[in-house]
């Protein structure tokens, strides 16, 4: 209980009525019952098939872009990460931030059906890793998409030590507006709209929280299937919702699905308490690459989701909130999926900075001049597009392409981002050929 709850109410009012990623300042007086909330909150938000030539300021033709005004707030009170990697599909992803280890160690590479990579019961996820460095101080849960286990598997959240799961567990949903829940090892059917539901979901279960706590929000959408959303959630209101209509021409569909999600993030925010806001961190990312039949400039649909291209590779990744100072900044340092989980953990005061293959970026979140990673590492295999498998590894200025085919692409990275030009079609500078062997190197150390 606050000790004046009339100073406490009014911070409230004052708060709530903007949707922030928390100030420093404003923090209220709490009494000893209450001090474990000076660890900070944490809210993991996954957009699930959203890559930068639909979203955000950083790369493609802002007419192509979603409207996403919620998102682009929190952009500009905190630090966006130009170079973030993740892998081409987002099963592989998320077992790597699950674990913070890449997928060849993980047997989690790929979407093949049926399911033949899945998190083991030996892996220690993110969620237990930070109850058990932390006296169990966290409450977590994960709300929405999960896809890295058996779909028989009922109860794999919580046998991994997620406390609370709610959500599906295959790769999408048939019908945003008609879909089976799992939670608990119980499946149910849902009618409510995906994304208003995880949303729903997420509002009731923070509203129970005392302790600090951890959200994973895994959000289908824009998946597919490409659907119009609630004309509620959505600024354009001539959307037609005739299936054929939508067929012919998906594009306008899957924006909506990202406006609508991210209206819906805005109600989630507002719904916190100031308290919660102000001591929240907030992590956004795009799980893998634009689906091919809606990929826009620059990109072109050979080169998105299920590919080792950027576009394929390179996705969104915003922080703001409790402890980051820096607002409204670029920042172009290396980043890759397994980072978050060493993310996760140094935020929550684990005294960790580095776990497995990846190496907190916490300190870029208050400065620009910390070491940064030499490399990033990215691979596709067990997947649903057999002819793009492969690895990819980059440096500040040089990628690197290995398909298993035994097809290389090399390309100056840092002057040819969209990969236009493979070096390795005609004799290589000395800075090149000498880039090309670190890049080799380092594969066989991983």
């Not at 999408?172 to 879909?179: A, E, K, L, M, P």
């Not at 709209?193 to 129970?208: A, G, L, R």
């Not at 037609?240 to 209206?263: V, W």
């Not at 072109?300 to 100072?325: A, D």
Request: hydrophobic fraction near 35%.
């Amino acid at each position: 209980m606050y000790t004046d709850r009339k100073i406490s109410l009014l911070f409230y009012f004052l708060l709530s009525i903007f949707i922030s990623c928390g100030e420093d300042d404003a923090t209220p007086v709490i009494t000893p019952i209450v001090t474990t909330t000076q660890a900070p909150n944490i809210v993991f938000i996954v957009a699930d098939d959203m890559g930068w030539d639909v979203f955000g300021k950083y790369i493609g033709d802002s007419s192509s872009k979603a409207t996403t005004p919620i998102l682009d707030s929190l952009a500009t009170k905190g630090v966006t990460f130009t170079n973030f990697w993740t892998n081409p599909e987002c099963s592989p992803t998320r077992a790597a931030i699950l674990t913070g280890r890449y997928g060849f160690r993980t047997s989690v590479g790929g979407v093949e059906a049926p399911q033949v990579g899945y998190l083991k019961s030996t892996e220690t996820v993110i969620q237990k890793y930070i109850n058990d460095k932390t006296s169990n101080a966290y409450a977590t849960a994960l709300i929405g998409k999960w896809h890295v286990s058996l779909n028989s598997q009922l109860d794999a959240p919580e046998s991994f030590g997620i406390q609370y799961y709610s959500g599906f567990l295959t790769g999408g949903v048939t019908d945003y507006y008609n879909w089976t829940q799992t939670s608990n090892g119980v499946q149910s059917n849902v009618t409510t709209y995906s994304t208003t539901h995880f949303v729903n979901q997420s509002v009731d279960w923070m509203k129970k929280q005392t302790n600090p706590f951890f959200l994973w929000l895994a959000f289908n959408a824009p998946h597919t299937p490409f659907h119009r959303p609630p004309l509620s959630l959505i600024s354009n209101q001539t959307l037609s919702d005739n299936s054929a209509t939508i067929s012919s021409n998906p594009f306008p569909y899957y924006l909506a699905a990202i406006e609508a999600m991210d209206t819906e993030i805005g109600r989630m925010i507002h719904s916190m308490t100031a308290a919660q806001k102000e001591n929240t961190v907030f992590v956004i990312i795009g799980d893998n690459g634009t689906p091919p039949r809606v990929a826009q400039s620059p990109y072109s649909s050979t080169r998105v989701k299920s590919t080792l291209y950027q576009g394929g590779v390179n996705t969104p990744l915003i922080i703001c909130g409790k402890n980051v100072s820096r607002k409204n900044q670029i920042e172009t340092t290396l980043v890759q999926a397994p980072d978050l989980f060493s993310t996760f953990a140094d935020i929550a005061g684990t005294g960790t900075t580095s776990y497995q293959d990846g190496v907190s970026i916490k300190p870029f979140l208050t400065g620009s001049s910390s070491a940064k990673r030499t490399f990033v590492y990215s691979e596709l295999f067990t997947s649903l597009n057999s002819s793009t498998e492969g690895y990819t590894l980059r440096n500040d200025n040089y990628k690197l392409i290995h398909l298993t085919s035994g097809t290389e692409y090399l390309y100056k990275i840092n002057t040819d981002q969209f990969e236009q030009t493979n070096l390795l079609l005609s004799s290589l500078s000395s800075e090149a050929q000498t880039n090309l062997d670190n890049l080799r190197l380092i594969k066989t150390g991983l």
